[in-house]
Structures are given as C-alpha cells and as structure tokens.
C-alpha cells in the first residue's frame, strides 16, 4: 500500500463545544472518563498499523500537547510518532490555519520529510472503530485518486451532512453539501446493492454522508490545494469530484460526530448504557490512552446503576445512575447524581490544601455532602459545594452564560476549575 501518513483535524476555536473548549483544545476534551476525544482517531490508526501521525491545531494546545507527549511513545524501531503541528508564522504566511484545507496546505514542508504515497485525513471530534487499513486498501485496489469514508443515513439527517451521489462501481458523481428539509434529493438515494447490509434501506438510510474522512494520492492532494480554497468539505472535495476519480468507502458501522454540547452529552452517557451503541471493551481493537497508574475505585455504601466510574474515584453513600464518573473524582456521603458527566480531577488534594479550603472558605475538589445534580456536565477540578441542587428544581434552563456555569442545549455545564458554593441552587 506504500506509505500512509495520517492527519488528524483538530479544529478551530471548538465554540459548539464551549465551555469544554475555553481552556482546552478541542481533541483533548475528556471523553468517556479517562480518554480525551483525540484518542479515538489515534487508536484507529495505530490498530491499522499506521503510526505516523500528525495533529493539526492553533487553539489552547497545551493541554493536547501534554496529554500527546504522556501518552503516545514508540520506541526508535517503530519509527512511529504521534506530533502536533500548531499554527506558526514563517517568512512565507504569517497567518493562522484560516480552514482544514488551510491547515493541510501550511505544512506540507513537515510532510514532505516522510515521503509518503497516500495521506490519510482525520476528523479530531468523531466517535467510530473503523479497520482503517481495509479503507486504504480499498482506495489502492480501485485505482481512485480520492476515497471518502461514508456512511448510510436517513432523509432527517442529511440536513446537517454532505451528501454523495454514487453510482454503481462506487464512483461519487455528486455532492451535495448540507441539504434543506425542503430540498428534493431523491436523486441522491444510493443503491440498494452496493449498501454492506440491504437492511439500510429498510430502515430508510437511502443516502451516503461523508464522515470527513479522506484517503488521497499523495500527489493528488497536493494539487487539489494548490489554490486558495480554505475547507475540504464545501470546496475542496466538490472540486475534486469534477477533475479526479473520487470514490466511496461505505462503512456502515457505528459513527458519530460529537462536535456540540448536546451529541457530546449524549454519546457520552450512551457508553454507560445496558448495550451501547460503541464497545470500549473490544480487546482486537482497543481505544488508546494516557497511562495514570492509578488505584482502583473505591466505592462505599453506594446504589449506582448503568453508570460508568474510572480508576482512581472514591465515592462514599451516593446514588448513582446514568453518569460517568471521571477519574479521581470524590463524592461524599448524600450525594444523588442522575444523568451527570464528571470529569473528574488532575490531582488528589492534600490534608494540608483541605484544611486551608476551610479557612478560605471554599469546597474541596469534587462533589460535596448531599448535593444533588440533574442533565449535567461537571469539568475537572471543579469545586461542588455542600446541599447544592443542580438541574433539580423546577426552574428554566435557557441556554445562556452565567458567572460560573453555562446552559447548553438545556444542558448544566460547570467549567473547568469552576468553584460552586454549599448551598447553591442552579
């Protein structure tokens, strides 16, 4: 197959995802408990075998940048990396990553080091297991200068999507980004015959959405960005479509994009479900992440049910259901959570910070004696005070911005570091 370098998008300023994205790039976002959102392109890549990996981003990449470094080591054989290319000025452009398109074209220097034959681009926010190596395989054997991983879907979704028109050898012919409720696009139906599974149809997913997900022709990519387009999906790949053989992948598997507050919130509790639609414990195809050595959680007097408690928590007579518990996350005695994400904590606070807590009057690192919690989103290190009730009440949750916390989607999201006082009814 000759040589695959992948790229992973990390994405801009991550706004459909703030307040997450106010001190952190999007791609390490916590996912899941103990993962970081950027792990799950990076694990399909290493499970294909393709170990040279780079990760484009300009906005708060400390936090990525550190979670990279502590995670993804290869000894000197493999020849592998996982590296971070941020934005940077150069005597040739001084500006920053103006779109993915951008982003790619800005650093063909660092790509050129590694001659590669094919490229392999990535979306940084999406959730899927996909056998990358048999995507670039396929992409080798039909002979396409592009291949665009694609997946079925209904009529109600194709609004938010790119939308591809196929024929019978798997050619894309068409695209159409994003398309109206209103708009007729029943010529874009796929057929039946060349879906994985014919049950598709039955289910009414009639039509192919690009995943953002590319396999080029190393020379081909070069020249479809040799201009000033700035994005993949509404100008690069359209163009393409009419000067390049251009063909689909049809995945047909588990995807999703977690790109808002909202899909964020609910892929994320779908994992502590009876059956979730992804599997975390696929040991053929593990999903990669930062090694913390940490003790087992430990759980006192506890009722917690379809709830998921990472490594490191202490969790004394709570009630628990539909949550993830993040790691190092303490919860005293009372406390009631339902439909809650915590993401716990960075560190573990002294008998010494305690004590001085209580002198300057503000809660410890966790969640608090007796406070109940609704539909919500609890970021690291945040401090829950004592009896708070949050998302409890009979009480509007317009989406809006607050001194410390924000409403999403009717979603309760406390910021990082983000201090609740005893008492506090949100």
Known sequence: MGKVLSIVLGGGKGTRLYPLTKERAKPAVPFGGKYRLVDIPISNCINAD??????????????????????????????????????????????????????????????????????????????YRMHLREMVRSHV??????????????????????????????????????????KDISGLKVQPSILPDRSFAAEGKEYLASMGMYVFNAGVLEKTLDNDFTDFGKEIIPKAIQ??????????GFWVDIGTIKSFYEANLDLASVNPAFNFYDEN?????????????????????????????????????????????????????????????????????????????????????????????????????????????????????????YIRDGIICIPKNAIISAGTVI
């Open 285 to 405: 195809m593990p999903i990669y992440t930062h090694r913390r050595h940490l003790p087992a959680t430990k759980i006192n007097y506890c009722t917690i049910s379809q709830s998921l408690a990472a490594e490191g928590s202490i969790i004394t007579n709570a009630t628990i259901s539909h949550s993830i518990i993040g790691i190092r996350t303490l919860i005293e005695s009372g406390a009631n959570l339902e439909g809650v994400i915590c993401m716990g904590a960075n560190y573990y606070e002294t008998i010494e910070q305690k004590a001085k807590n209580r002198e300057t009057g503000i809660p410890d690192v966790g969640i608090g004696r007796g406070t109940f919690a609704r539909r919500a989103i609890i970021d690291m290190n945040a401090r829950i005070g004592e009896d708070c009730r949050i998302g409890v009440d009979d009480r509007p949750r317009e989406d809006g911005d607050h001194d410390n916390y």
């Open 243 to 252: 000067q390049y053989r251009v063909n689909a992948y049809i995945f047909g």
């Open 50 to 127: 393709f170990k040279q990996i780079y990760i484009l981003t300009q906005f708060n990449s400390v936090s990525l940048h550190n979670h990279l470094a502590n995670t993804y080591i290869f000894d000197v054989f493999s020849q592998g990396f996982v590296e971070i290319l941020a934005a940077e000025q150069t005597f040739e452009t001084s500006s920053w990553y103006q779109g993915t398109a951008d982003a790619v074209r800005k650093n063909f220097m660092h790509f050129h080091t590694q001659n590669p034959s094919h490229y392999l681009i990535l979306s940084g926010d999406q959730l």
């Open 141 to 182: 054997d039909s002979g396409a200068d592009i291949t665009i991983a694609c997946n079925p879907v209904t009529r109600e979704q194709c609004t938010g999507l790119g939308i591809l028109k196929v024929d019978s050898k798997g050619t894309i012919v068409e695209f159409v980004e994003k398309p109206a409720p209103t």
